[in-house]
């Protein structure tokens, strides 16, 4: 009798392992579906923010902040595929380089996403009384993140010492971040760049984009697989994209003249294409 009942109760288990197994496979594959579908969320909206401009696009999170976070999950889980990442070869950037070293900084990250910078440099007991970070973008993710479109920033003309961009030149109108940045800039003030390779037409027609606004580059740094990494310094005091494009511009960032180019923003499309992901 004891025998029997000790069978019945192997074949329960046995039953409960097969049931507990069956349950796990299933709650793997909603997983799996789950991370499909938000991968592709994620997709739709990066290159949303590629394709439109920087008013439409703060207007759209602003009303769906819930896309915003997911966009920057996404993001967060592409970036770690990466050999390196842009934030952390721009933090040792400010560390350790020597313009950067034992002086008063002011930084405005534009496009700040989870606000990485600012978070590590406020941590930084050696630093965070030498650099004040300020971070923005158009929703506020932490408490300390100015939330605005930064193509107008709410800051004073030669405000900041350094600017930065990490990936974050995105929208049609990325020309106008770059003419805010030089705004805020003090004279001899840096703007520090991550951009992702595959973007460019050629690295040297970019370079000739921020040096022909009134800079000069400091260092262009390719050996990671992914990005550049760049670091120019504002030497005048006027942005020289003020006014209509015109083909001698056109010839001294391209090398070549294109009558198809009207105006700044379609010269930057060409310069920095968009991240537009092929249809299955």
């Given at each position: ?121 406020e941590k930084d007991k050696r630093l965070n009384k030498l650099i004040t970070v300020k971070s923005f973008d158009f929703v506020g993710l932490k408490p300390f993140i100015i939330e605005t479109d930064i ?16 990936l974050s030149l995105m929208g049609v109108n990325y020309l106008d971040y770059l003419g805010e940045a030089f705004r805020v800039l003090k004279k001899n003030g840096y703007l520090i760049i991550a951009e ?85």
């Open positions: 009798m004891f025998g029997k009942v000790k069978g019945n109760r192997s074949g329960n288990q046995q039953n409960i392992s097969k049931k507990n197994k069956k349950e796990l496979k299933v709650q793997r594959k909603w997983e799996q579906d789950e991370e499909r579908i938000k991968g592709s969320k994620f997709r739709l909206l990066n290159e949303y923010m590629y394709t439109v401009n920087s008013e439409e696009a703060q207007k759209h999170f602003k009303q769906n902040p819930e896309e915003f976070k997911i966009y920057h999950t996404g993001y967060t889980q592409q970036i770690e595929k990466w050999p390196e990442s842009p934030v952390g070869n721009i933090i040792k950037l400010l560390k350790e380089s020597e313009q950067f070293q034992n002086k008063k900084l002011v930084v405005c990250d534009l496009g700040c996403g989870q606000g990485d910078i600012q978070e590590h440099f193509s107008n920033l709410p800051m004073d003309n030669c405000s900041c010492d350094v600017a930065i961009f990490s992702v390779k595959s973007r460019m037409n050629t690295i040297d027609n970019f370079v000739n984009l921020i040096t022909g606004m009134g800079m000069k580059i400091l260092k262009r740094d390719e050996h990671n697989s992914h990005f550049v990494l760049f670091v120019f310094e504002k030497i005048m005091d006027i942005c020289q994209f003020n006014g209509p494009l015109n083909q001698k511009r056109v010839y001294q960032i391209l090398g070549q003249k294109d009558p198809n180019l009207k105006d700044w923003q379609s010269l930057g499309q060409q310069i920095l294409q968009p991240c537009v992901y092929k249809k299955r």
